[in-house]
């Protein structure tokens, strides 16, 4: 009886002993770039103003999505010297040590709508029955609005573009057909460089039917449809 006590209290040290073994190994294994970002992400408090899934602020561009949208080599150019890129942004210029904007870069690389668990929030109910409305959730989404500006009304610069801007999509229904405009979405699109023997510009139009269903591509384009405004009398026949 006594061997059996002493066996038992035996075992439960190695147990325990084997537990923090384990415990410390797992708080010193190196942490991915993707994990140091996260941390970086939430230290400088970016989700005062950003939002990744379900969680931030609506002040500046929904982040969700960033890592389908732009490459790695726009994200560090921006967290370098967002300035340099768009000299009226708000966004303050946190002077990162390179190594924080590396794993800053690799963190928001790696956001392509995971965040997002369960239900996507344009998938509500009530959204089904107003396609318009839900194509504006997606459009808010999506960050469709860090592009093509709040409402679709433009503004945000690309490099060697014709005028230097990434294109307004608030007239969008004056150029395309429903089904032109929905292709384009689905098939995302390459801007025309304006000197041929210049940069490619950094910023493209991704391919969107890489993750959205052709109804939710629908959907969206009946919204950018909707933000025409109504035509004046000088517009009219």
Same mark, same amino acid.
């Given at each position: 009886?006594?061997?059996?006590? %002493? ?9 325990a ?6 415990q @410390?190994?797992?708080?010193?294994a190196p ?7 996260r ?6 408090n970016c ?5 990744i899934g ?6 500046a561009?929904?982040?969700?999505f ?5 490459? *790695? ?8 010297d967002? *300035?340099?890129w768009k ?7 946190f002077?990162l #040590?390179?190594?924080? %904007?590396?794993n800053?870069?690799?963190?928001? @690389? ?6 997002? #668990?369960?239900?996507?929030p344009?998938?509500?109910?009530k959204?089904?029955?107003? $396609?318009v *409305?839900r ?5 808010e989404?999506?960050g469709?609005? @860090?592009?093509?500006g %709040?409402?679709?009304? &433009?503004g945000y ?5 014709a005028?230097?801007k990434? $294109? ?6 004056? &150029?395309?057909?429903?089904e #032109?405009? @929905? ?10 460089? #304006? ?11 991704p391919?969107?039917?890489?993750i959205l269903?052709?109804d ?11 933000? %025409? ?9």
């Amino acid at each position: 009886m006594i061997h059996n006590n %002493r066996a038992k209290k035996l075992f439960a040290a190695v147990a325990a002993a084997c537990s923090l073994f384990l415990q @410390a190994c797992r708080q010193s294994a190196p942490r991915t770039p993707e994990e140091l970002g996260r941390g970086a992400y939430f230290s400088f408090n970016c989700n005062r103003c950003h939002r990744i899934g379900h969680m931030g602020n609506t002040d500046a561009p929904d982040l969700t999505f960033v890592g389908f949208r732009h490459t *790695k080599e726009w994200l560090d150019l921006w967290m370098r010297d967002s *300035k340099s890129w768009k000299k009226d942004t708000v966004m303050p210029d946190f002077h990162l #040590e390179p190594v924080t %904007r590396e794993n800053l870069v690799a963190y928001m @690389a790696s956001l392509k709508g995971q965040g997002l #668990e369960g239900e996507r929030p344009w998938n509500e109910a009530k959204l089904l029955k107003d $396609p318009v *409305k839900r194509g504006a959730v997606l459009y808010e989404r999506l960050g469709c609005a @860090a592009c093509h500006g %709040r409402n679709g009304q &433009g503004g945000y610069p690309n490099n060697n573009v014709a005028g230097g801007k990434i $294109p307004a999509v608030i007239y969008a229904a004056d &150029g395309y057909s429903r089904e #032109e405009l @929905a292709n384009l979405i689905r098939k995302g699109r390459r801007p025309e460089k #304006e000197k041929p023997d210049g940069l490619e510009p950094m910023i493209t139009m991704p391919a969107w039917g890489d993750i959205l269903s052709d109804d939710e591509i629908g959907a969206l384009a009946g919204y950018l449809y909707s933000l %025409r405004p109504p035509m004046s009398k000088e517009d009219q026949w």
